[in-house]
């Protein structure tokens, strides 16, 4: 089946994020947290440092409306450079102002807030912020209730 998903990179910290994000969105991960560790040794590769090990090499967790937020983490021993930016955000349209206002506070605890909820022109209730780990979000209601 055909399917859409955003894929997270951390410096390390993936599984603190995505239990995060479990906690706010309410849901379990699709599958066990991948671990380097479960690579298969290559002859051709070095050997794993042992403090990579337990990182996460992959997680899946789905949001809203049958989103799939995935992750890994990119340590830098394996050749992964991960540079923040601001290109990307996950926009949240949730169906009511309520859980929106409940989201927002959630993925904004330890993070900064951009934008707050607010009505906007086009007859939102929309507020921007990026959470403690980095990544930006936009939330977007279009009911009044």
Same mark, same amino acid.
């Given at each position: 089946?055909? &399917?859409?998903? +955003?894929?997270?990179?951390?410096? #390390?910290?993936?599984?603190?994020?995505?239990?995060?994000?479990?906690?706010?969105? #309410?849901?379990?991960?699709?599958?066990?947290?991948? &671990?380097? !560790?479960?690579?298969?040794? *290559?002859? /051709? *590769?070095?050997?794993? %440092?042992? %403090?990579?090990?337990?990182?996460?090499? *992959?997680?899946?967790?789905?949001?809203?409306?049958?989103?799939?937020?995935?992750?890994?983490? @990119?340590?830098?021993?394996?050749?992964?450079?991960?540079?923040?930016?601001?290109?990307?955000?996950?926009?949240?349209?949730?169906? +009511?102002? @309520?859980? +929106? /206002?409940?989201?927002?506070?959630?993925?904004?605890?330890?993070? +900064?807030?951009?934008?707050?909820? !607010?009505?906007?022109?086009?007859?939102?209730?929309?507020?921007?912020?990026? /959470?403690?780990?980095?990544?930006?979000?936009?939330?977007?209601? @279009?009911?009044?209730?």
């Amino acid at each position: 089946m055909a &399917r859409v998903s +955003t894929y997270l990179n951390f410096v #390390r910290n993936t599984e603190e994020a995505f239990l995060f994000y479990k906690s706010v969105f #309410r849901t379990e991960f699709s599958g066990p947290i991948n &671990r380097f !560790q479960d690579i298969p040794p *290559h002859p /051709d *590769h070095p050997p794993m %440092a042992d %403090a990579d090990k337990n990182l996460v090499m *992959h997680v899946e967790l789905p949001i809203l409306g049958g989103h799939i937020l995935m992750g890994t983490d @990119a340590p830098e021993s394996m050749g992964f450079k991960l540079t923040p930016g601001n290109n990307v955000y996950i926009n949240l349209e949730p169906d +009511t102002r @309520a859980e +929106t /206002d409940r989201l927002f506070g959630a993925l904004a605890e330890g993070g +900064t807030v951009e934008m707050p909820l !607010q009505e906007m022109f086009w007859g939102g209730y929309f507020g921007s912020l990026t /959470d403690r780990f980095g990544t930006k979000w936009m939330l977007n209601c @279009a009911s009044k209730q």
